[in-house]
């Protein structure tokens, strides 16, 4: 009475497929999250049947290659072992895959700025940065580039990352920046009055903007050089100018 002895070999190292290239990697296999990957044992002309599982999971393919999406983020046990065509089974082998979950970008918060002034930007959650569209942008690859208003309006800018290990943000982030009209005010006209006569300025906010601080300058003879309407009693000839500030959220 003969005992037959059922073995067999498979090989040692893992291989993963990038296009048309083969290429040898030494486990563990470190990823992007959604990265496609083939990774591959043995030759395709080895009449051998495979069994794959990622997490002790069967997967579906049986030949000596599997492709996978790895769609989580995590740390992942990829396991193979060959059946080959006599009917011995090869020893299993294995290697861990980390999925890295990528950086997710800041674009910081929307802001409002004044005509002809410049601001700048502070994002953050990665190494790599790239902010689209690059108009107005002194630089689209950095963090925090300054942007220069060049005409009132709405602009939005759009911020991408990578991380540490060059791996794409999953999302984007975007930061709306609101550039205000230039300020036209008119002061009023030049008035005649009595001496000790009283008189409330009434400038004009010619652009409709959103004016919040006044300075009238100088303050001689005003109840309040602060505010928009102050009141004018004087005993000789002034000039007074008028200083506004826009309210913005700089």
């Not at 470190?30 to 009449?47: D, E, G, L, M, R």
């Amino acid at each position: 009475m003969f005992q037959r002895v059922r073995y067999g070999i498979v090989s040692a190292m893992l291989l993963f497929i990038v296009t048309e290239v083969s290429a040898q990697i030494t486990m563990p296999d470190t990823v992007c999250i959604f990265t496609s990957k083939i990774y591959q044992v043995n030759n395709a002309a080895i009449p051998s049947t495979y069994t794959w599982k990622i997490d002790g999971v069967i997967q579906s393919a049986i030949t000596n290659k599997i492709s996978t999406t790895w769609n989580t983020a995590g740390t992942f046990l990829l396991t193979v072992q060959e059946h080959a065509a006599n009917g011995c089974d090869g020893d299993i082998k294995s290697g861990l895959v980390y999925v890295k979950q990528g950086a997710q970008p800041d674009a910081g918060a929307d802001t409002s700025i004044c005509f002809g002034t410049s601001y700048k930007l502070n994002g953050i959650g990665g190494s790599a940065y790239q902010w689209s569209p690059s108009t107005y942008l002194s630089n689209s690859n950095i963090a925090d580039p300054f942007f220069n208003a060049q005409l009132p309006g709405v602009f939005t800018y759009v911020l991408t990352v990578k991380d540490a290990n060059r791996c794409n943000s999953i999302n984007k982030d975007t930061v709306i920046l609101t550039v205000l009209p230039p300020v036209k005010i008119f002061a009023g006209r030049d008035t005649f009055i009595f001496i000790n006569q009283p008189l409330r300025l009434d400038p004009i906010d010619l652009a409709n903007n959103r004016l919040i601080n006044y300075l009238w300058s100088p303050a001689t003879g005003l109840n309040n050089p602060s505010i928009k309407n102050p009141v004018a009693i004087l005993d000789h000839d002034m000039h007074y100018t008028v200083t506004v500030k826009l309210l913005t959220d700089a």
